[in-house]
């Protein structure tokens, strides 16, 4: 079966840095558009970067934009988010998802795998 796995998660204060992975397996990963998306309190989920199946395609929340990179490495079936500069608005829970499509997408209903999901608090 797909499984997904988020790690690297924690608490960082506020201008600190975080490094996310998501190990995919039973997939055609390369096959795969990758998003992730994140989830606070109270709130939706919503998206927050996403790349291509073979990397060259890019694409970010403006409320993260210039602070946040996603990169994947299809050899090892894995994604990262490098979150740099945070803030504690980005605290939430943060998902990886796969979706089979060229173009990496922005809505969350059109993936079709997710993983658990990791915890990131950041603190004033």
């Known amino acids: 079966q797909v499984q997904l796995v988020e790690s690297g998660g924690g608490l960082v204060q506020a201008g600190g840095s975080l490094r996310l992975s998501c190990a995919a397996s039973?997939?055609?990963?390369?096959?795969?558009?990758m998003g992730w998306f994140r989830q606070a309190p109270g709130k939706e989920r919503e998206f927050v970067a996403a790349i291509s199946r073979s990397g060259a395609t890019t694409d970010y929340a403006d409320s993260v934009k210039g602070r946040f990179t996603v990169s994947r490495d299809n050899a090892k079936n894995t994604v990262v988010l490098q979150m740099n500069s945070l803030k504690p608005e980005d605290t939430a829970v943060y998902y990886c998802?796969?979706?089979?499509?060229?173009?990496?997408?922005?809505?969350?209903?059109?993936?079709?795998?997710w993983g658990q999901g990791t915890q990131v608090t950041v603190s004033s």
């Open positions: 039973g997939l055609t990963f390369s096959r795969y558009a």
């Open positions: 998802a796969a979706d089979f499509r060229v173009v990496p997408q922005t809505d969350s209903y059109k993936y079709d795998y």
